[in-house]
């Protein structure tokens, strides 16, 4: 139901753009955002946006991070700058709140998509 994509390697200072999106028709959802996982550590919110806009950053991607959402694409961005190696980690996007209908079945609830790799080399 989401469709994540984005990530990569890059260089310490460099810059990265996660997308997600959800697919089929959508008819509603809430909170939008991104998680991240590194090795041997519990997956943590990375920022999050509800559906007016509203936006929720973790301490250490204040100013460096920026989320952005497009409620008719049903889409959420991850802007990401000035990017370090303590950046490294599996990236992951979650909606809240998800209604719509694909593929012939409707679905309802939270969901989260794949993970995607994002690796900041020192």
């Known amino acids: 139901q989401l469709q994540a994509s984005g990530g990569g390697l890059v260089q310490a200072g460099g810059s990265l753009r996660l997308s997600c999106a959800a697919s089929g028709t959508v008819f509603s959802i809430g909170v939008m955002g991104w998680y991240r996982q590194a090795p041997g550590k519990q997956r943590e919110l990375v920022a999050d946006?509800?559906?007016?806009?509203?936006?929720n950053y973790r301490d250490s991607v204040q100013g460096r991070f920026t989320i952005s959402r497009d409620n008719a694409a049903n889409t959420v961005i991850l802007q990401m700058n000035s990017l370090k190696p303590e950046d490294t980690a599996v990236y992951y996007c979650?909606?809240?709140?998800?209604?719509?209908?694909?593929?012939?079945?409707?679905?309802?609830?939270?969901?989260w998509g794949k993970g995607t790799q994002v690796t900041v080399s020192s």
């Open positions: 979650k909606a809240d709140g998800i209604y719509g209908c694909s593929g012939g079945g409707c679905y309802e609830g939270d969901y």
């Open positions: 946006i509800t559906s007016r806009l509203r936006t």
